[in-house]
């Protein structure tokens, strides 16, 4: 385990980006309202040849483990963790949908669910997945991402342990709130950086 915090690659706004491993750098942050996050799944998507704009990369081998979604819970008032489906969680009434308006004969899934900690009836957001530009293979619209913080209700923090290219820190610098996100690979803490200066307040994609 590092021995302290690491010095944020990025710190404005109220946003602050990590650079690492979040399994080495959560135990050493504070808790928050919300954490929004979207971690692997272990599905290999990230070198998927649909996915031929980006180039190959290993982060998608293997789901995030036990250790560290038990990690995450236990950090937040609220949780929502996409691609829950593939991990052992609670049962839940509350999932979010997002229909990604493909045809059916679509390679890929037509839709992506949310687990969420807290209590609710189901939600379904309809936005077409080729309605945005993309950073990162597995990239959620910022407008998503809005949708996901007003479900949560009333926060004021969040926390993105597996942030990508940093959707989640746009929509939250968009909605006024403070956000946390940590990722591994620099290229997409850069991409994050770069959207972040490109953003304004309440802007959706």
Same mark, same amino acid.
């Given at each position: =385990?590092?021995?302290? /915090?690491? $010095?944020?690659?990025? %710190?404005? &706004?109220?946003? $602050?980006?990590?650079?690492? @491993?979040?399994?080495? +750098? /959560?135990?050493?942050?504070?808790?928050?309202?919300?954490?929004? $996050?979207?971690?692997?799944?272990? #599905? *290999?998507?990230?070198?998927?040849?649909?996915?031929?704009?980006?180039?190959?990369?290993?982060?998608?081998?293997?789901?995030?483990?036990?250790?560290?979604? @038990? =990690?995450?819970?236990?950090?937040? *008032?609220?949780? #929502?963790?996409?691609? *829950?489906?593939?991990?052992?969680?609670?049962?839940?009434?509350?999932?979010? +949908?997002?229909?990604?308006?493909?045809?059916?004969?679509?390679?890929?899934? =037509?839709?992506?669910?949310?687990?969420?900690?807290?209590? *609710?009836?189901?939600?379904?957001?309809?936005?077409?997945?080729?309605?945005?530009?993309?950073?990162?293979?597995?990239?959620?619209?910022?407008?998503?991402?809005?949708?996901?913080? %007003?479900?949560?209700?009333?926060?004021?923090? #969040?926390?993105?342990?597996?942030?990508?290219?940093?959707?989640?820190?746009?929509?939250?610098? &968009?909605?006024?709130?403070?956000?946390?996100?940590? %990722?591994?690979? %620099?290229?997409?803490?850069?991409?994050?950086?770069?959207?972040?200066?490109?953003?304004? /307040?309440?802007?959706?994609?």
């Amino acid at each position: =385990m590092i021995p302290m /915090l690491p $010095t944020p690659y990025y %710190e404005a &706004n109220g946003i $602050t980006i990590y650079h690492g @491993d979040c399994a080495q +750098i /959560l135990p050493f942050l504070d808790p928050v309202d919300l954490l929004l $996050t979207d971690p692997p799944y272990g #599905i *290999g998507i990230s070198g998927n040849p649909v996915r031929q704009k980006h180039k190959p990369m290993d982060w998608d081998k293997a789901p995030a483990s036990d250790a560290v979604l @038990d =990690m995450m819970q236990k950090m937040a *008032g609220r949780c #929502i963790i996409w691609g *829950g489906n593939y991990y052992n969680l609670k049962p839940s009434r509350k999932f979010l +949908i997002w229909d990604k308006q493909q045809p059916e004969d679509f390679s890929l899934a =037509m839709a992506e669910m949310a687990w969420c900690s807290f209590d *609710g009836n189901a939600k379904i957001f309809r936005l077409s997945v080729r309605s945005y530009p993309k950073d990162h293979p597995t990239q959620k619209p910022v407008a998503l991402m809005h949708w996901c913080i %007003e479900q949560a209700g009333d926060v004021a923090t #969040i926390l993105d342990p597996f942030m990508g290219s940093g959707t989640t820190l746009v929509a939250a610098k &968009n909605r006024g709130k403070r956000c946390i996100g940590i %990722e591994r690979e %620099e290229v997409y803490c850069k991409a994050a950086v770069d959207r972040l200066a490109q953003s304004s /307040l309440f802007e959706c994609e």
